[in-house]
Nanobody, 116 residues
Framework: QVQLVESGGGSVQAGGSLRLSCAASRSIFRDNVMGWYRQAPGKQREVVARISSGGRTTYLDSVKGRFTISRDRKTVALQMNTLKPEDTAVYYC????????????WGQGTQVTVSS
């Protein structure tokens, strides 16, 4: 079992920055993938960024160049710069054993609100 606890988030004006952090309940030594998803009102949850234990990363096209994901054995962070109103959503931390399936380990969600 892996439990995830998120921190960060909040409200910011367009062009500002926020940093999200997520800590797993234990260090993981098997290969794995941690990441961030988001869900805006009335929309489906979408993947924002993911990073493997080996350091491979993927990003949603709309956040490339603005967001940076990083991690160590038990934490994952998302640095969000040049935020836009369309980035407003609830952001969820995720832990998965591989790229193919996000699995069942999710954080509680943290609200990010960007005002214009």
């Amino acid at each position: 079992q892996v439990q995830l606890v998120e921190s960060g988030g909040g409200s910011v004006q367009a062009g500002g920055s926020l940093r999200l952090s997520c800590a797993a309940s234990r260090s993981i030594f098997r290969d794995n993938v941690m990441g961030w998803y988001r869900q805006a009102p009335g929309k489906q949850r979408e993947v924002v960024a993911r990073i493997s234990s080996g350091g491979r990363t993927t990003y949603l096209d709309s956040v490339k160049g603005r967001f940076t994901i990083s991690r160590d054995r038990k934490t994952v962070a998302l640095q969000m710069n040049t935020l836009k109103p369309e980035d407003t959503a609830v952001y969820y931390c995720n832990f998965a054993w591989d790229w193919a399936d996000p699995g069942d380990y999710w954080g509680q969600g943290t609200q990010v609100t960007v005002s214009s």
